[in-house]
Each structure stands twice: as C-alpha cells, then as structure tokens.
C-alpha cells in the first residue's frame, strides 16, 4: 500500500498569506490528524477528522482550519500567515478513530513564513 | 490537558550498550503510549506502543515498561546500533480524545561506532 501523501513537501510564503496543505491518508484509513512540529515547541496537534467530522481540535487560534474530503482525503488552510507558522506540518493516517489505533505519518510540508 | 515530559533530551551510547528513555504523564486518563522514531529529515515513525492494561512489551531489542501508578513508561533499546541514531519521541492518548496524541519533546539518541 502506498503510504501517507502530503503535497507539496515546501512552501514559501510571505506574511498575511494564506496557505493550504494537502494530505492523502492510506487507502483504507478514514482518519486524519494534523500536526505542527518545530524545534522550540516540539510535536504538536492540530485537529483530527474522521468521515468528513472534525473530531478533536488543538490549542490553536482559528487561523488555523481543516476538512476532510468523501474520500478521506483532507486539507489543512492557515490564513493571515505569521512568521512563527514556520513549520514542519505533519499529516496521520489512521483506520478508526478512538480506541488507540496506530497513526502512520507522512513526509510533511516544510512551510517557510518570510 | 494531558502533559507529557521526556528525558533526557540528549542521549549519548556505546554501540551494544543499552539505552533508557523515560516519560511521565498528568492525565490518569491516558491509556495509550506510542514510541516514535524521527530520523533526520524524515517522518515519524511508530516502533513500539502499550496499552494501560499491559505492564510491558517487547519488540526484538525494543521493550516499553508502564507504571500506571506512577504515571511512568520507559523505552529501552538493547544491544544499540548506529542506525538507532535517531530523535525518539513518546506520547500519550486518553481514550476519549479520538487520535489526539500528546508528545513528549524528544530524545536525540546518539550510537556511537
């Protein structure tokens, strides 16, 4: 099976853009989580999306949004950029959701805030 | 909410000395522990997890250790090789919070030839 696809893997953006980020889970995996990682605040969740709902949601302000697709697949948009959204954003796949299921991450986008 | 610290931060070994990482947690709640492995550059990468009703588990060198009590889990990796060389990261799910993973904020293990 191919692995979790996220596209593209680098972004440069200037500040008060806005971004979108895509993911394409494992064939078969209905849930996407969204992570944030950076060298200062380390691994950090975004949201979660399971058929199409959103399931859970991070400590991040509302500039920060999400969506999933019939498909699974699931989109992640960051509106009026800021230079500390410079990031590694990580996307997870996963079959179910609850019940502590393995999450399977893939390369990420490398997002660049200037 | 949940809060998970991991130490150490950096780790330095022997090759075939064996390595220790622990972390504790806040929230009682949490019953799911996953260990990933972050090469450099590269995605994380599930090696080992436990769930609040086993105490232990092993995976060839790799094991995980859970203290409920204590609100403890430990990574142990035996025999270690240069290609352990990684950041290792532990989290914690309670669960009811869907996929929604806590990390800790990481361990740079270095295998030293």
């Known amino acids: 099976k191919a692995g979790v696809t996220q596209t593209p893997r680098y972004l440069i953006k200037t500040r008060g853009q806005q971004v979108t980020l895509s993911c394409s889970p494992i064939?078969?995996?209905?849930?996407v989580s969204w992570y944030q990682q950076t060298p200062g605040q380390g691994l950090q969740f975004l949201f979660e999306y399971f058929s199409e709902t959103q399931r859970n949601k991070g400590n991040f302000p509302g500039r920060f949004s999400g969506r999933q697709f019939s498909n699974s697949r699931s989109e992640m948009n960051v509106s009026t950029l800021e230079l500390g959204d410079s990031a590694l954003y990580l996307c997870?796949?996963?079959?179910?959701?609850?019940?502590?299921?393995?999450?399977?991450f893939g390369n990420g986008t490398r997002l660049t805030v200037t | 909410g949940e809060n998970v610290e991991q130490h150490p931060s950096t780790l330095s070994v022997q090759e075939g000395d064996s390595a220790v990482i622990k972390c504790t947690y806040s929230d009682s709640a949490s019953n799911y522990f996953p260990w990933y492995k972050q090469e450099l550059g590269k995605r994380p990468q599930l090696i080992i997890d436990i769930r609040s009703n086993v105490g232990e588990k092993k995976d060839q060198r790799i094991a995980v250790t859970l203290n409920k009590t204590a609100k403890h889990f430990s990574l142990h990796i035996t025999e270690t090789q240069p290609e352990d060389s990684a950041v290792y990261f532990c989290?914690?799910?309670?669960?009811?919070?869907?996929?929604?993973?806590?990390f800790g904020g990481g361990t740079r293990l270095m295998v030293k030839p």
């Open positions: 989290a914690a799910s309670p669960n009811n919070a869907g996929n929604m993973l806590t």
């Open positions: 064939s078969g995996h209905r849930s």
């Open positions: 997870a796949s996963s079959t179910r959701t609850g019940g502590n299921s393995p999450l399977h």
